[in-house]
C-alpha cells in the first residue's frame, strides 16, 4: 500500500510566523504535490516537485515556496503566515503504475 | 485549459436508492479519468482510474464508466457507509503535466437508513 505522512494533523499559528508542513512517502515516488482544499473552492495545486531539488508553481504559488532536498520528503513553508491561508493543506504522490494520485490525512491549519 | 465540471453539487438518497454522479469535462488529449472519495477531515481516497471511452470499473456498490465528453459513478443500492464528497480528476496531454491533475468540485452524497 501505497503511504503518504503529513507531520501534523492540526495546526495553530499567528499571523506572520513561519510555518513548515512536511510531507513523507515511504517509496520511491517521483512526483509530489501539495493542495490546500477550502470550501467552494475545491483542490487547488500549490506547488509540485517531480525530482530532488526541482520544483514547479501551481495555480496558487504566492505566499508559499517548497522544498525537496530528498526523494522522500517534500516540505511547504508559508514564509509568513496569513489569515487567508487558513485552509486543509493536502499531500499528494503519483503512483508507481500511472498517474492516478494517492493523499495524504491533511493538515488543518488556522492561522490567528 | 483542462476542466472538470460535477453534477449535482449535492445528492440525498435513501438506503438502497441507486443513482448516479456525473462528471463532464473538457480536456486536451485525455490521459486518465480519476474518481476519489473523501470523508469529512481526510484526504481523497482514490477508487478507479479510467483512459478510454468505454471503459468500465467496479468496486463493490460502485461503478465508473467514461465516454468521450463524460463519467458516470454509478451507486448500487448505496448504503450509509457510502455517504462522502466524491470527486472527479482529469490528466491531459498538453505540455509536460508530470501528473499534474484538474479537479472538479465534488458531489457530496449523503445516504440516508
Known amino acids: 500500500d501505497v503511504k503518504v505522512t503529513q507531520s501534523s494533523r492540526y495546526l495553530v499559528k499567528r499571523t506572520g510566523e513561519k510555518v513548515f508542513l512536511e510531507c513523507v512517502q515511504d517509496?520511491?515516488?517521483?512526483?509530489m504535490f501539495w493542495y490546500r482544499q477550502d470550501p467552494g473552492l475545491g483542490l487547488r495545486l500549490i506547488y509540485f516537485s517531480y525530482d530532488v531539488k526541482m520544483k514547479e508553481k501551481g495555480d496558487i504559488p504566492e505566499g508559499y515556496s517548497v522544498s525537496r532536498e530528498k526523494k522522500e520528503r517534500f516540505s511547504l513553508i508559508l514564509e509568513s503566515a496569513s489569515t487567508n491561508q487558513t485552509s486543509m493543506y493536502l499531500c499528494?504522490?503519483?503512483?508507481?503504475?500511472?498517474?492516478?494520485?494517492?493523499f495524504g490525512p491533511g493538515t488543518r491549519l488556522t492561522v490567528t | 485549459e483542462d476542466q472538470v465540471t460535477q453534477s449535482p453539487e449535492a445528492l440525498r438518497l435513501q438506503e438502497g436508492e441507486s443513482s448516479s454522479l456525473n462528471c463532464s469535462y473538457t480536456v486536451s488529449g485525455l490521459r486518465g479519468l480519476f474518481w476519489y472519495r473523501q470523508d469529512p477531515g481526510k484526504g481523497p481516497e482514490f477508487l478507479f482510474t479510467l483512459y478510454s471511452a468505454g471503459e468500465e470499473k467496479e468496486k463493490e456498490r460502485l461503478k465508473a464508466t467514461l465516454t468521450k465528453k463524460e463519467s458516470f459513478l454509478h451507486i448500487t443500492a448505496p448504503k450509509p457507509e457510502d455517504s462522502a464528497t466524491y470527486l472527479c480528476a482529469v490528466l491531459g496531454g498538453g505540455g509536460t503535466s508530470y501528473g499534474k491533475l484538474t479537479f472538479g468540485q465534488g458531489t457530496i452524497l449523503t445516504v440516508h437508513p
Open positions: 499528494a504522490i503519483t503512483g508507481l503504475a500511472g498517474y492516478e494520485q494517492y
Open positions: 517509496m520511491d515516488h517521483e512526483n
